[in-house]
């Protein structure tokens, strides 16, 4: 089967660097992509990595080491609107569908 | 492009009665999901399509809950008889086929909050 591990919440101040874990299990992998929900709003896609490697969109960074079944969220110069839920989600290979599994989401709050 | 487009918004009903939430997808997109949100459940996909044919249902929670993808432009998501567990945030989202683009990107609806009292 598939599952995906998160922590449940993050805080951190303005300015600050806040790293985000995700660790997956899976019998077969394409990626790791992640979403941003706020507060009453719905999931937005933040980013994909397929390879190893650190991919870099504006402040928000994601990085992926398949080998050791984990990645992560970065974001940098924190800002208040950057408090949200965070959520990794890997591709489901047992049907070898589009179908996503998505982790149980980090509730991360940015203090002033 | 519109974005995917959900109704209603919002749905408070009585528990036993029929409730449909429909969802039209970005055009162009080829997959389209239904999930349902909760504080204790986390998101959960309940059906997934593509090209218009219902490929996973494993996560419909029972026969009160039936979808159907008539068209490329048009789903929808049937709960009857409604009961209070049901209530939810419930998502639409579409895709464009990974197996086509290789790309994971899945794009929401707004979501229909239903209350089921």
């Known amino acids: 089967g598939q599952s995906l591990e998160q922590p449940s919440e993050v805080t951190a101040v303005e300015g600050a660097i806040v790293q985000i874990n995700c660790t997956y299990q899976t019998s077969g992998f394409y990626g790791l992509s992640w979403y941003q929900q706020h507060d009453g709003g719905a999931p937005t896609f933040l980013s994909y990595?397929?390879?190893?490697g650190l991919e870099e969109t504006g402040r928000f960074s994601s990085f992926l080491s398949r080998s050791d079944s984990y990645g992560y969220l970065l974001l940098q110069e924190l800002q208040m609107k950057d408090s949200a839920s965070y959520f990794c989600a890997v591709r489901d290979q047992a049907y070898n569908t589009d179908k996503l599994i998505f982790g149980t989401g980090t509730r991360l709050q940015v203090f002033p | 492009d519109a974005g995917v487009i959900q109704s209603p918004r919002h749905e408070v009903t009585e528990m036993g009665q029929e409730v449909t939430l429909r969802c039209k997808p970005i055009s162009g997109h080829n997959s389209l999901f239904w999930y349902r949100q909760t504080m204790m459940r986390g998101l959960e996909l309940l059906i997934y399509f593509n090209n218009n044919v219902p490929i996973d249902d494993s996560g419909m929670p029972e026969d009160r809950f039936s979808a159907k993808m008539p068209n490329a432009s048009f789903s929808t998501l049937k709960i009857q008889p409604s009961e209070p567990r049901d209530s939810a945030v419930y998502f639409c989202?579409?895709?464009?086929?990974?197996?086509?683009?290789?790309?994971?990107?899945?794009?929401f609806g707004p979501g229909t909050r239903l209350l089921v009292l």
């Open positions: 990595n397929a390879l190893d």
């Open positions: 989202a579409s895709s464009l086929s990974a197996w086509a683009t290789q790309a994971e990107t899945q794009y």
